[in-house]
Protein backbone atom coordinates (compact mmCIF):
# COMPACT_ATOMS: atom_id res chain seq x y z
CA UNK A 1 0.00 0.00 0.00
CA UNK A 2 1.69 3.39 -0.72
CA UNK A 3 1.97 6.27 1.54
CA UNK A 4 -0.21 8.62 -0.06
CA UNK A 5 -2.82 6.11 -1.14
CA UNK A 6 -6.65 8.17 -1.61
CA UNK A 7 -4.34 11.49 -1.45
CA UNK A 8 -4.53 14.26 -3.76
CA UNK A 9 -1.28 16.11 -4.38
CA UNK A 10 -1.51 19.09 -6.19
CA UNK A 11 2.56 20.08 -7.17
CA UNK A 12 3.42 23.35 -8.79
CA UNK A 13 6.21 24.02 -10.65
CA UNK A 14 5.20 20.22 -11.43
CA UNK A 15 6.91 20.37 -15.14
CA UNK A 16 10.61 19.47 -14.66
CA UNK A 17 13.34 19.09 -11.93
CA UNK A 18 11.94 19.16 -8.53
CA UNK A 19 8.51 19.27 -9.24
CA UNK A 20 8.85 16.54 -11.65
CA UNK A 21 10.61 14.20 -9.68
CA UNK A 22 8.12 14.61 -6.40
CA UNK A 23 5.22 14.35 -9.17
CA UNK A 24 6.71 10.99 -10.09
CA UNK A 25 7.46 9.61 -6.30
CA UNK A 26 3.84 10.81 -5.15
CA UNK A 27 2.87 8.99 -7.96
CA UNK A 28 4.34 5.70 -7.44
CA UNK A 29 2.97 5.81 -4.12
CA UNK A 30 -0.47 5.54 -5.10
CA UNK A 31 -1.41 9.63 -5.01
CA UNK A 32 -3.37 11.44 -7.32
CA UNK A 33 -1.30 13.93 -8.51
CA UNK A 34 -1.73 17.14 -10.06
CA UNK A 35 1.28 18.42 -12.08
CA UNK A 36 0.82 22.45 -12.05
CA UNK A 37 3.31 24.12 -14.35
CA UNK A 38 3.11 27.85 -16.18
CA UNK A 39 4.26 25.60 -19.06
CA UNK A 40 1.27 23.42 -20.05
CA UNK A 41 3.44 21.21 -22.40
CA UNK A 42 5.98 20.49 -19.54
CA UNK A 43 3.04 19.60 -16.97
CA UNK A 44 1.17 17.69 -19.81
CA UNK A 45 4.68 15.53 -20.28
CA UNK A 46 4.68 14.94 -16.94
CA UNK A 47 1.95 13.78 -16.50
CA UNK A 48 1.23 11.52 -19.34
CA UNK A 49 4.76 9.42 -18.25
CA UNK A 50 2.93 9.11 -15.24
CA UNK A 51 -0.21 7.84 -16.68
CA UNK A 52 1.65 5.60 -18.79
CA UNK A 53 3.58 3.75 -15.54
CA UNK A 54 0.08 3.35 -14.28
CA UNK A 55 -0.21 6.33 -11.92
CA UNK A 56 -3.00 9.10 -11.86
CA UNK A 57 -1.78 12.25 -12.86
CA UNK A 58 -3.68 15.24 -14.24
CA UNK A 59 -1.91 18.65 -16.17
CA UNK A 60 -2.78 21.62 -14.97
CA UNK A 61 -1.24 25.15 -16.37
CA UNK A 62 -0.86 27.96 -13.94
CA UNK A 63 0.59 31.36 -13.54
CA UNK A 64 1.05 31.30 -9.78
CA UNK A 65 1.67 35.06 -9.88
CA UNK A 66 -2.61 35.50 -10.37
CA UNK A 67 -5.08 35.40 -8.59
CA UNK A 68 -8.00 34.28 -11.75
CA UNK A 69 -5.33 31.22 -12.46
CA UNK A 70 -4.58 29.95 -8.95
CA UNK A 71 -8.56 29.90 -8.54
CA UNK A 72 -8.90 27.86 -11.97
CA UNK A 73 -6.49 25.85 -10.69
CA UNK A 74 -8.04 24.94 -7.49
CA UNK A 75 -11.51 24.60 -9.46
CA UNK A 76 -9.81 22.40 -11.70
CA UNK A 77 -8.81 19.89 -9.09
CA UNK A 78 -12.09 20.03 -7.84
CA UNK A 79 -13.74 19.35 -10.50
CA UNK A 80 -11.54 16.56 -11.21
CA UNK A 81 -10.90 14.86 -8.24
CA UNK A 82 -13.28 16.29 -5.08
CA UNK A 83 -10.69 17.28 -2.63
CA UNK A 84 -7.07 18.32 -1.96
CA UNK A 85 -4.86 16.76 0.79
CA UNK A 86 -1.44 17.79 -0.37
CA UNK A 87 0.13 21.26 -1.83
CA UNK A 88 3.29 21.67 -2.78
CA UNK A 89 4.61 25.07 -3.72
CA UNK A 90 7.13 24.25 -5.39
CA UNK A 91 7.08 26.89 -8.33
CA UNK A 92 10.16 28.87 -8.41
CA UNK A 93 12.21 31.42 -10.90
CA UNK A 94 15.23 32.70 -9.55
CA UNK A 95 17.00 35.86 -11.39
CA UNK A 96 20.27 37.12 -9.61
CA UNK A 97 22.34 40.33 -10.07
CA UNK A 98 23.61 42.96 -7.40
CA UNK A 99 20.79 45.13 -5.77
CA UNK A 100 21.61 48.09 -8.06
CA UNK A 101 21.35 46.41 -11.17
CA UNK A 102 18.31 44.82 -10.69
CA UNK A 103 15.31 46.00 -12.60
CA UNK A 104 12.63 46.90 -10.66
CA UNK A 105 10.02 44.58 -13.17
CA UNK A 106 12.49 41.90 -12.34
CA UNK A 107 12.65 41.80 -8.51
CA UNK A 108 8.52 42.32 -8.81
CA UNK A 109 8.58 39.21 -11.03
CA UNK A 110 10.66 37.05 -8.99
CA UNK A 111 8.55 38.21 -5.85
CA UNK A 112 5.44 37.73 -7.54
CA UNK A 113 5.63 33.99 -8.50
CA UNK A 114 8.11 32.86 -5.33
CA UNK A 115 6.27 34.89 -2.64
CA UNK A 116 3.16 35.64 -3.20
CA UNK A 117 2.74 32.99 -5.31
CA UNK A 118 2.70 30.80 -2.30
CA UNK A 119 -0.12 32.71 -0.64
CA UNK A 120 -2.33 32.66 -3.33
CA UNK A 121 -1.88 28.78 -3.59
CA UNK A 122 -2.14 28.53 0.00
CA UNK A 123 -4.87 30.95 0.35
CA UNK A 124 -7.33 29.50 -2.17
CA UNK A 125 -6.87 25.58 -1.66
CA UNK A 126 -7.00 26.33 2.13
CA UNK A 127 -11.05 25.79 2.82
CA UNK A 128 -10.44 22.80 1.07
CA UNK A 129 -7.10 21.42 3.12
CA UNK A 130 -8.87 22.91 6.07
CA UNK A 131 -11.76 19.56 5.41
CA UNK A 132 -8.77 16.49 5.42
CA UNK A 133 -6.20 18.23 7.71
CA UNK A 134 -4.30 19.06 4.80
CA UNK A 135 0.01 19.43 4.58
CA UNK A 136 1.50 22.23 3.07
CA UNK A 137 4.77 21.74 1.85
CA UNK A 138 6.54 25.13 0.51
CA UNK A 139 9.78 24.88 -1.39
CA UNK A 140 12.67 27.50 0.93
CA UNK A 141 16.13 27.73 0.01
CA UNK A 142 19.27 27.96 1.64
CA UNK A 143 18.93 31.53 0.58
CA UNK A 144 16.24 32.07 2.75
CA UNK A 145 18.87 31.52 6.00
CA UNK A 146 22.12 32.23 5.18
CA UNK A 147 23.27 35.48 3.16
CA UNK A 148 24.58 34.68 -1.23
CA UNK A 149 25.78 37.33 -2.75
CA UNK A 150 24.71 38.54 -6.05
CA UNK A 151 21.42 37.06 -5.55
CA UNK A 152 19.17 39.50 -2.60
CA UNK A 153 15.65 38.98 -4.54
CA UNK A 154 15.87 35.26 -4.33
CA UNK A 155 17.01 35.65 -1.00
CA UNK A 156 14.22 37.84 0.04
CA UNK A 157 11.35 35.97 -1.34
CA UNK A 158 12.84 32.42 0.23
CA UNK A 159 13.11 34.29 3.75
CA UNK A 160 9.60 35.49 3.14
CA UNK A 161 8.18 31.88 2.47
CA UNK A 162 10.47 30.05 5.59
CA UNK A 163 8.86 33.22 7.44
CA UNK A 164 5.61 32.39 6.04
CA UNK A 165 5.52 28.84 6.75
CA UNK A 166 6.12 29.42 10.34
CA UNK A 167 3.82 31.76 11.55
CA UNK A 168 1.01 29.34 9.30
CA UNK A 169 1.95 26.28 11.56
CA UNK A 170 0.88 28.04 14.48
CA UNK A 171 -2.35 29.51 12.79
CA UNK A 172 -3.56 26.11 11.10
CA UNK A 173 -2.49 23.87 13.59
CA UNK A 174 -5.98 23.92 15.24
CA UNK A 175 -7.52 22.68 11.85
CA UNK A 176 -4.78 19.73 11.78
CA UNK A 177 -3.03 21.17 8.80
CA UNK A 178 0.50 21.13 8.59
CA UNK A 179 2.90 23.32 6.77
CA UNK A 180 6.20 22.77 6.53
CA UNK A 181 9.36 23.80 4.47
CA UNK A 182 12.10 22.10 2.67
CA UNK A 183 15.24 24.28 2.23
CA UNK A 184 18.16 23.04 -0.21
CA UNK A 185 21.37 23.97 -1.25
CA UNK A 186 22.41 23.69 -4.48
CA UNK A 187 20.29 20.51 -6.45
CA UNK A 188 20.73 19.63 -10.08
CA UNK A 189 17.44 21.14 -11.57
CA UNK A 190 16.74 23.33 -14.60
CA UNK A 191 16.81 26.49 -12.35
CA UNK A 192 20.50 25.76 -11.07
CA UNK A 193 21.23 25.13 -14.91
CA UNK A 194 19.86 28.76 -15.39
CA UNK A 195 22.22 30.02 -12.72
CA UNK A 196 25.36 28.22 -14.03
CA UNK A 197 24.40 29.90 -17.80
CA UNK A 198 24.37 33.46 -16.20
CA UNK A 199 27.37 33.18 -14.00
CA UNK A 200 31.05 34.43 -15.87
CA UNK A 201 32.55 31.15 -14.89
CA UNK A 202 30.47 28.71 -14.49
CA UNK A 203 32.59 25.05 -14.56
CA UNK A 204 34.53 27.20 -11.93
CA UNK A 205 30.82 28.11 -9.85
CA UNK A 206 30.05 23.92 -10.27
CA UNK A 207 33.24 22.63 -9.10
CA UNK A 208 32.76 25.43 -5.62
CA UNK A 209 28.89 24.66 -5.52
CA UNK A 210 30.12 21.00 -5.10
CA UNK A 211 32.77 21.75 -2.71
CA UNK A 212 30.08 23.66 -0.53
CA UNK A 213 28.63 20.40 0.28
CA UNK A 214 30.31 18.23 3.14
CA UNK A 215 29.13 15.73 0.81
CA UNK A 216 31.28 16.86 -2.03
CA UNK A 217 28.21 17.04 -4.57
CA UNK A 218 24.86 18.61 -4.92
CA UNK A 219 21.52 17.08 -4.12
CA UNK A 220 19.21 14.92 -6.93
CA UNK A 221 15.81 16.34 -7.43
CA UNK A 222 15.24 12.98 -6.16
CA UNK A 223 16.63 13.23 -2.93
CA UNK A 224 14.32 16.44 -2.42
CA UNK A 225 11.33 14.73 -3.13
CA UNK A 226 12.15 11.75 -1.04
CA UNK A 227 12.10 14.34 1.77
CA UNK A 228 8.69 16.09 0.49
CA UNK A 229 7.00 12.66 0.36
CA UNK A 230 8.45 12.29 3.80
CA UNK A 231 6.37 15.55 4.84
CA UNK A 232 3.31 14.86 2.76
CA UNK A 233 2.19 11.42 4.55
CA UNK A 234 1.64 10.39 8.39
CA UNK A 235 5.40 9.81 8.98
CA UNK A 236 5.81 13.50 9.65
CA UNK A 237 2.80 14.02 11.61
CA UNK A 238 4.45 15.61 14.24
CA UNK A 239 6.10 17.95 12.71
CA UNK A 240 4.89 21.68 11.49
CA UNK A 241 6.64 25.10 11.05
CA UNK A 242 9.91 23.63 10.50
CA UNK A 243 12.43 24.90 7.61
CA UNK A 244 14.01 20.91 6.74
CA UNK A 245 17.60 22.08 5.93
CA UNK A 246 18.62 19.67 2.78
CA UNK A 247 21.98 20.90 1.79
CA UNK A 248 24.73 18.40 2.53
CA UNK A 249 25.86 19.85 5.50
CA UNK A 250 26.81 23.34 3.61
CA UNK A 251 25.80 25.54 6.29
CA UNK A 252 28.57 23.65 8.41
CA UNK A 253 31.40 24.98 6.41
CA UNK A 254 30.01 28.34 5.47
CA UNK A 255 32.21 30.54 5.10
CA UNK A 256 35.40 27.98 4.90
CA UNK A 257 37.13 26.42 2.00
CA UNK A 258 37.65 27.65 -1.58
CA UNK A 259 35.02 29.74 -2.66
CA UNK A 260 34.75 32.34 -6.10
CA UNK A 261 34.09 35.68 -5.60
CA UNK A 262 30.54 35.05 -5.61
CA UNK A 263 30.21 32.58 -3.10
CA UNK A 264 28.72 29.22 -3.28
CA UNK A 265 25.59 28.60 -4.66
CA UNK A 266 22.98 28.28 -1.75
Known amino acids: MGKLLNQVAVITGGGSGIGEATAKLFAAEEASVVVADVMQ ?26 KDSVLKMVDAVLSQYGRMDVLFNNAGIIMPNF ?34 RGKIINMGSMNGLVGQTKNPAYSATKGGVIAMTRSLAIDLAPSGVRVNAICPAGVVTPLLEKWFSLQPYPEEMR ?25 ANDDSSFITGQAIQVEGGATLGYGSGPKPEWNNFM
Open 41 to 66: DAAEKIALEISNNGGNAIPIQVDVSR
Open 99 to 132: IEDIDEADWHRVVSVNLTGVFLCIKYSLPELRKV
Open 207 to 231: RNSDLSHMVGRTATADEIAKVALFL
